[in-house]
């Protein structure tokens, strides 16, 4: 459960890093059809990394809201159960915090202001050592002691005088002796303790006490009222003996006193829980103050609060492989796999429920889940498997292109009421365009990484109606290969600029034996750093296929 609003965590449905529009578009789809077939269980889109302008524009066509980005789901704090502390003022007395850590069972307090703001914790160590430092009869004095804490702890009753607002100004003195020895030892403003003696509250009122405690709940006469009262003392009668009360006095201070109030050790809903592992495992603290996303205290965590640890539950899309997937997936649980690539190395905890369909589009069998479960698709929805069609077959001119994929375009686009063509060459013009963008930006509008034996690589691939819009890519993408190989560790990078009309790829690339390996996969040549490679425009079923086989030979 979610601590902030007591709903159920919701399954995140996300696609592959880099994320193109099948991506995300399956994403927004596939949460909506779970949530109609299981509200019991709600699922939310995510996407695992920005937009590219195709996407943008499809998602802004469609009226469509953007998925959550989530770059990281290994576990956080959010994904634990945070104990929902109260709070306590920092003018609450030492005595009234132990209270509150023996009834619930804690050994730190929160310390907040009125708007929920940490102003410092104290644990049981701290209240035991200032119970053990009472011994100081200016302890209230210095600590700004409020009257009306000495009443709550005393369970006593003002006699006489306003105690609104007004702190112990004097000693703590125990009228036990003579009226003379008392006398001797009053000074104005103390607090005196006294019985039911007259003659020692007639002596403290004589020295100007600030504050009489008349204890075991003695009678105070009418005149010595009087006299408390012209003289601004004030009067107060509790039920507890005189030994008693002195010795719960000193636990009347207000724990603001004795916080921790610097270098405090705090987490966010955002703290990965390992790093949060690594600091409790550095300190004796039991339990630590979390705040939310404003800063406001919510509650506090310990130990055994990891323990019991949820992991993020996901729903995958458009992808299968751990290279491909956001950071931290190893610790998430993967409920699901709905993808249409060739099947890749990930590992779950458990069996999974995973779909895999020979087709040019996830979206394609997202669309056949729709109708396998009768449930009606609403225009946007179907402009969003659309448009993911469209965008992964390049409007059904890529070979991974099925008559499955055709046919659920085709039946889309009446339900999204758009014209096919139409509206494909909008898509593909608005992605294609690169004005305003950085290199960086547009090498990642599509780009996953792949591994083969020892060799990982990483193939982008960018879809141009226009030449224009394509050479505008290449001077943009080019000079960024080599910086990006090094960045990422990879041992070859390529760059697929697919023009769409004409079924072909112009082919940039960087690497040791890049260009070699291209040459001898394709059987082509180069021309300043660029393959021109006719008929290929799917890097699924024509690019990642030739270059592993490719890499195999060069490996046996």
């Known amino acids: 459960m979610n601590i902030q609003t007591g709903t159920p965590r919701a399954i995140k449905v996300i696609g592959h890093r880099n994320p193109d529009t099948d991506s995300i578009c399956s994403a927004i789809a596939y949460s909506r059809l779970k949530n109609i077939l299981d509200p019991e269980h709600p699922c939310k889109p995510c996407r695992a990394g920005l937009l590219n302008r195709e996407t943008e524009f499809v998602l802004d066509y469609f009226k469509a809201p953007l998925p959550q980005l989530y770059t990281d789901v290994s576990p956080h704090i959010r994904d634990v159960d945070i104990r929902p502390a109260e709070g306590v003022d920092g003018e609450t007395s030492l005595r009234r915090a132990w209270m509150t850590?023996?009834?619930?069972?804690?050994?730190?307090?929160?310390?907040?202001?009125?708007?929920?703001?940490?102003?410092?914790?104290?644990?049981?160590?701290?209240?035991?050592?200032?119970?053990?430092?009472?011994?100081?009869?200016?302890?209230?004095e210095i600590a700004k002691t409020s009257y009306q804490n000495v009443i709550d702890i005393l369970d006593g009753t003002v006699l006489v005088g306003d105690v609104s607002g007004k702190t112990v100004e004097g000693r703590i003195i125990i009228g036990s002796g003579s009226a003379e020895q008392i006398e001797k030892s009053i000074s104005p403003g103390d607090v005196v303790v006294v019985s039911n003696r007259a003659e020692s509250q007639l002596a403290a009122l004589e020295m100007d006490a600030g504050c009489i405690i008349v204890c075991a709940s003695s009678r105070v006469s009418r005149t010595m009222q009087m006299l408390a009262e012209e003289k601004g003392c004030i009067v107060i009668i509790t039920q507890n003996s005189t030994y008693v009360t002195g010795q719960m006095l000193s636990q009347a201070?207000?724990?603001?006193?004795?916080?921790?109030?610097?270098?405090?050790?705090?987490?966010?809903?955002?703290?990965?829980?390992?790093?949060?592992?690594?600091?409790?495992?550095?300190?004796?603290?039991?339990?630590?103050?979390?705040?939310?996303?404003?800063?406001?205290?919510?509650?506090?965590?310990?130990?055994?609060?990891?323990?019991?640890?949820?992991?993020?539950?996901?729903?995958?899309?458009?992808?299968?492989?751990?290279?491909?997937?956001?950071?931290?997936?190893?610790?998430?649980?993967?409920?699901?796999?709905?993808?249409?690539?060739?099947?890749?190395?990930?590992e779950t905890?458990?069996?999974?429920?995973?779909?895999?369909?020979?087709?040019?589009?996830?979206?394609?069998?997202?669309?056949?889940?729709?109708r396998e479960n009768d449930v009606d698709i609403d225009p946007t929805t179907a402009g969003l498997l659309l448009s993911a069609i469209l965008s992964d077959t390049l409007m059904f001119r890529s070979p991974t292109c099925t008559s499955?994929?055709?046919?659920?375009?085709?039946?889309?686009?009446?339900?999204?009421?758009?014209?096919?063509?139409?509206?494909?060459?909008?898509?593909?013009?608005?992605?294609?365009?690169?004005?305003?963008?950085?290199?960086?930006?547009?090498?990642?509008?599509?780009?996953?990484?792949?591994?083969?034996?020892?060799?990982?690589?990483?193939?982008?691939?960018?879809?141009?109606?226009?030449?224009?819009n394509r050479k505008a890519a290449q001077a943009l993408v080019g000079p960024y290969l080599p910086e990006a190989l090094s960045k990422q560790q990879l041992d070859y990078i390529f760059y697929m600029f697919t023009d769409v009309r004409n079924s072909s790829t112009e082919l940039l690339m960087s690497g040791p034996g890049a260009e070699e390996l291209i040459q001898k996969t394709f059987q082509t040549t180069l021309e300043n750093g660029m393959a021109f490679l006719p008929g290929v425009v799917s890097r699924k079923k024509q690019m990642i296929p030739a270059l592993i086989n490719a890499i195999k030979q060069e490996q046996e």
């Open 101 to 140: 850590m023996r009834d619930q069972e804690l050994d730190t307090l929160c310390i907040v202001d009125s708007e929920k703001n940490l102003q410092g914790v104290i644990t049981v160590k701290d209240v035991a050592t200032a119970n053990m430092d009472g011994m100081d009869p200016h302890a209230l």
């Open 253 to 346: 201070a207000p724990i603001r006193h004795y916080m921790t109030t610097g270098k405090l050790l705090t987490f966010t809903l955002h703290t990965p829980v390992e790093e949060a592992t690594k600091v409790m495992a550095s300190v004796r603290f039991r339990y630590f103050p979390v705040l939310d996303d404003d800063g406001k205290y919510i509650g506090v965590v310990s130990r055994r609060n990891l323990l019991n640890l949820h992991k993020k539950q996901l729903i995958l899309v458009d992808h299968n492989e751990k290279s491909q997937a956001v950071e931290g997936i190893a610790e998430a649980e993967v409920l699901e796999i709905i993808d249409h690539h060739r099947i890749g190395a990930i």
């Open 349 to 370: 905890d458990g069996p999974v429920y995973f779909r895999n369909v020979p087709v040019g589009c996830t979206c394609t069998i997202v669309y056949q889940m729709y």
């Open 404 to 468: 499955t994929d055709e046919r659920a375009a085709r039946s889309l686009a009446q339900l999204a009421g758009v014209d096919l063509e139409e509206y494909a060459d909008a898509m593909f013009e608005h992605g294609g365009d690169v004005a305003g963008k950085t290199a960086a930006e547009v090498f990642n509008g599509d780009y996953k990484i792949f591994t083969c034996g020892d060799i990982r690589f990483g193939v982008g691939q960018g879809s141009y109606m226009t030449e224009k």
